[in-house]
Structures are given as C-alpha cells and as structure tokens.
C-alpha cells in the first residue's frame, strides 16, 4: 500500500485496487477499439462530417478536404470561401479553378505511376478514370459540392468517395 | 508497482491512438462523355430510375424507356419518417425491376451535404433490417460478387446536376 505523510505526523494510506479495476476495463475496451488499420485518418478540425450508415469503411485518405472556411487538396489551401461560398473569381465553367488544376497534377502523377505499374503484356489499353475521396463539412450545401465535383470531372475523376462518420465503431 | 506502471503507458498509448469516430464512405459517379465505344448491349426496353432532391421534397420518377412506358411519380417529404418511407418504396422497385441497379440523381444547390448524404444512404444502403432482395443470380456469377451485389440496394447512383 502507499502511504503519504504530512507534517502533522498522520499517514494517509491509498487503496489501489479500484483504480486498478478501472484501469483494466479502460485497457480492455481500447484494445477491442484499436484499430491495425493504415489508413486512419484525423479528420479536419474545421469540419463536422454528416452521419451515414453505410457498411464501406474509408480506404483511402481523402485528397479533396472543403472545411467551414477553405477547399484544400492534399493538405494545401488553394480557396478561400467567402461566407461559405467559393468566391466568384476563382470559378470558370461552372467548376472550381484552382481545385480543377490541383487535380488535373494529381491526375498526370496517377497517370505517369500507372503506365509504370502496367503490365506490358495485359490488354489494358487505357487507365480507368480516376477516384477521389472528398472531406466535408455537414452544413455545406450542394452547391460546393458540385462545383468541385465539376473541376473533378474536368481533370478526368469520375467517382467520388464521399467521406462520412459511421454511428459506431468497428 | 511496476504492473500499474504498465498499465498507465499502455493506457496512454491507446487512448493516444484510438479511433473514436467510424469513418465510412458513399461512394458516387458523375456523368462524362467517353469517345471509346459502347461495348455492352443495351437491352431494348429498360427502366430508368431518377431521384431529384430538393430543400422540401424528393421525388421519384420511374419509367420504362419503351412503350408501354408506365411512368410513376411518387414525392415523400424531408423528414425522417418519409426518408424512411422512400426506401420502402425503392426496396419494392429494386425487387420488381432486379435488371436495374443505376439511379440517377438531381439535386438543388440548396440543399445540405448533410441531406444529400441522408437520402444517399436510403438509396445505396441496404439496412440489416430490410428484407433481403430477390434479385436472381446471374449465370457464371462470381458467390463474392453476388453478395456485395446483395449489400446494396442499388450500387450505382449517379449524380445527373453535375454537368456542363
């Protein structure tokens, strides 16, 4: 037992078997919760992610991260939103201009990975349009969405994993 | 002592690397033209399946492509009971057309992330509690295939407001 003494001369003396207890049922519970999993992945500070009940875990990083305040593209700020919205100036045809150039570099670097990767003798002939994953916040509207759907488009991504918070962890 | 000293690093440790929130993804296509050709033959007369979400409503609008056409239009309001009651109604469809397994969606600028991923999940997520789907194996099918195939009410969803 541990005891403690004060000037006045008493001992106090500390019962560690309740904490013991508390610390065996809080190890076991975080070890049923640990997680092997490589792609774990910290979501943005500045977002809250809407709640699903889909059964697809993530399994990917997401490249594409649209918090309250900016749109970023692998950890980069390319926009600024203006009370939400993308500001005028920063979108031509519809899409999101600095995320469409963004993309279309990360879409040439999959590009030039792929013909490295490829089988010489498979009968592959073109590399399968891309995917992306996308982070964002619950109380964006589709508008955002859209327009960076749009600039995904143009630089030749057409499935978007959107990421979202499952009720319960696995 | 020593085993409370193993005790309190290893509780540091996990609560330092837990995951306390699930993270999932939907996953959805967007149109785009392709100049390769077509190389799957399209049935003659298929039923096409589109779902437009506004702030207030989502309405289903369902179809054949040839005659007779047989169009339905069903609108269910935003609140979680409808929500619920439009998966009903899209488990019925995905039972009586099991060919069809794409629905196309159009959604207003308005509307939340948050709602769009909400009606997202009551067309693409198969809840353990629905009953199971009649769709018949296709011949030569992989078991693996069929089962994810099972999983989803329809696996792919098309968001049709995307575009030029």
């Known amino acids: 037992m541990a005891s403690a003494g004060g000037d006045s001369g008493e001992s106090l003396s500390l019962n560690l078997t309740p904490m013991l207890d508390i610390f065996s049922i809080l190890v076991t519970f975080l070890l049923m919760s640990y997680s ?15 709640d699903s009940v889909t059964l697809v875990n993530m399994d990917e990083i997401p490249s594409i991260v649209v918090n309250r305040k900016e749109i970023l593209i692998n950890n980069k700020s390319v926009v600024v939103l203006d009370n939400g919205k993308v500001p005028a100036s920063d979108i031509q045809q519809g899409a999101v201009f600095p995320v469409y150039k963004a993309l279309l570099e990360i879409a040439e670097t999959n590009k030039k990975a792929a ?5 010489p003798a498979s009968d592959e002939k073109k590399a399968k349009p891309g995917e992306i994953t996308i982070e964002m916040d619950k109380k964006h509207n589709f508008e955002i969405l859209r327009r960076v759907m749009l600039a995904g488009q143009q630089a030749e991504f057409i499935t978007f994993k959107l990421l979202v918070a499952k009720p319960g962890v696995d | 002592m020593p085993f409370i000293d193993i005790f309190s690093m290893l509780n540091t440790f996990l609560l330092v690397s837990a995951a306390f929130l699930g993270l999932g993804i939907v996953e959805v296509q967007i149109p785009f033209l392709s ?29 054949w492509t040839a005659e007779p056409i047989e169009k339905s239009e069903t609108k269910y309001q935003t609140t979680d009971a409808d929500i619920a009651r439009f998966h009903t109604d899209l488990i019925a469809i995905r039972n009586k057309v099991p060919e069809n397994d794409k629905v196309t969606v ?26 199971p789907l009649t769709i018949p194996a296709t011949a030569g099918e992989d078991p693996a295939k069929a089962k994810i195939k099972q999983s989803y009410l329809f696996d792919k969803v098309v968001i049709g407001s995307v575009i030029l």
């Open chain 1, 36 to 50: 092997t999993d490589p792609t774990n992945h910290d979501v943005d500070a500045n977002l809250e992610l809407p």
């Open chain 1, 115 to 119: 013909e490295v990767l490829r089988n």
């Open chain 2, 35 to 63: 100049n390769s050709p077509d190389l799957k033959e399209q049935p003659q007369r298929s039923y096409s399946l589109r779902i437009d979400i506004n702030e207030n409503e989502i309405i289903t609008t369902g179809q």
């Open chain 2, 106 to 131: 159009y959604i207003e600028d308005k509307v939340l992330y948050e709602q769009t991923v909400k009606v997202l999940d009551a067309i693409k997520t198969l809840n353990p509690k629905d009953p």
